[in-house]
């Protein structure tokens, strides 16, 4: 059984939100580069919080890390084989 968001939030409690300074200094990406992948679906979309203020899920960010760290991992276990 797939969990839709709201059920989700319910099962976690401690949902923070991080403004783009906190993602800059998280990801090592600039601000642009940021919006650019936002926009190609390669990174995790802003929460709106009202008129002109957005911020992200700390833990969808961090999942983005993860993921780039196991495709980081993934390619050297490859190249390691191959060799």
Not at 49 to 71: D, F, M, T, Y
Request: with cysteine; aromatic share 8%; charged share 30%.
């Amino acid at each position: 059984m797939e969990l839709n968001h709201y059920q989700e939030f319910s099962m976690t409690p401690n949902i923070k939100l991080i403004r783009i300074k906190d993602v800059i200094e998280t990801t090592g990406l600039a601000r642009s580069t940021i919006y650019k992948y936002v926009d190609k679906g390669i990174f995790p979309k802003a929460v709106t919080l009202g008129r002109r203020s957005i911020a992200w899920v700390e833990s969808e960010v961090q999942e983005w890390i993860l993921e780039r760290i196991a495709l980081r991992d993934g390619a050297a276990s490859n190249r390691s084989r191959s060799c």
